[in-house]
């Protein structure tokens, strides 16, 4: 694999990854798509000044629920649809929170929605918000790059969705009104697609869903559940991208979650 000169780690790490993953006999790599130069492109765009590490600063404990428990907006009860479809247009008119005022479209999902894996970021950034859908800049492609290392992807087994839906303005941290707001969408884009697994990325994913408001790096390491669905946390891609230090715990972090799909 070549490098690109000035984010050499980055494309390195990518490299061992795939070299580990030859040597763990897989013969298959699907890309999605995405051809070498792209693949390796993702260096060259890792650190704009854009990408904001979301595995970075940890909100102060509001000693909130998980998400699938957690009280709705006090003012505005919440019923959820039944149906995908029905959750899906009423989160693209939501008007809940003041995102809806900045954002220029609903980023809901994208992948299978009958995927054995459902993959949980944190919001949209600008390129999310211009298109649509979830994970489609620098460090979307990163994550479909390591995710493809363990045979998935989201044409087949990946269903990848944001903790909130709308892009905070100027990328900042989602507030906790904003999450609270949101979070009727994410508990049931989770219950009616119902996975095997679950992968939080990223500090706010993985505070959402385990509940436990403590750093990312205190939960990663172990096999957390979402209303018995088995959940495993890590860094979010864009902290990757700025810390290609931090690969080598994402790939284990990965190896935990294909050993939990494979016992399902
Ligand atoms: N970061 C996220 O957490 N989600 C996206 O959709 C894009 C970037």
Redesign the pocket.
């Known amino acids: 694999v070549q490098t690109v000169r000035e984010d050499r780690p980055v494309a390195e790490e990518a490299a061992r990854l795939l070299r580990q993953r030859a040597e763990a006999g897989g013969s298959k790599l699907f890309l999605e798509g995405m051809t070498r130069d792209e693949a390796l492109a993702l260096a060259t765009e890792a650190r704009s000044p854009q990408s904001r590490p979301?595995g970075g600063p940890t909100r102060p404990d509001r000693g909130r629920a998980p998400a699938s428990t957690a009280e709705p907006a006090a003012t505005e009860p919440v019923e959820l649809p039944a149906s995908y479809e029905g959750l899906r247009s009423e989160a693209l008119s939501c008007t809940r929170c003041r995102l809806a005022e900045t954002r220029t479209q609903v980023?809901f999902s994208d992948g299978a929605a009958d995927a054995r894996l459902v993959v949980v970021?944190?919001?949209?950034?600008a390129n999310?918000d211009a298109t649509g859908l979830?994970?489609v800049?620098a460090?979307?492609r990163y994550l479909d790059l390591l995710l493809a290392c363990v045979d998935l992807s989201r044409k087949e087994s990946v269903y990848i969705c944001?903790v909130l839906k709308c892009r905070p303005p100027g990328n900042r941290n989602p507030l906790p009104d904003e999450i609270e707001a949101c979070s009727p969408f994410l508990t049931g884009q989770l219950e009616l697609v119902a996975p095997k697994a679950l992968l939080a990325?990223?500090t706010f994913a993985a505070q959402a869903l385990t509940g436990i408001q403590r750093p990312l790096g205190k939960l990663r390491g172990e096999v957390h559940a979402y209303q018995g669905i088995p959940l495993v946390v890590t860094y979010?891609p864009?902290a990757l991208l700025r810390n290609p230090g931090w690969v080598r715990s994402f790939w284990d972090d990965l190896q935990l979650l294909r050993t939990v799909m494979d016992e399902r």
Do not use: D
């Not at 970021?121 to 950034?125: K, L, N, R, S, V």
């Open positions: 979301a980023v970021g944190e919001a949209p950034g999310e979830p994970f800049g460090a979307g944001n990325v990223g979010h864009a």
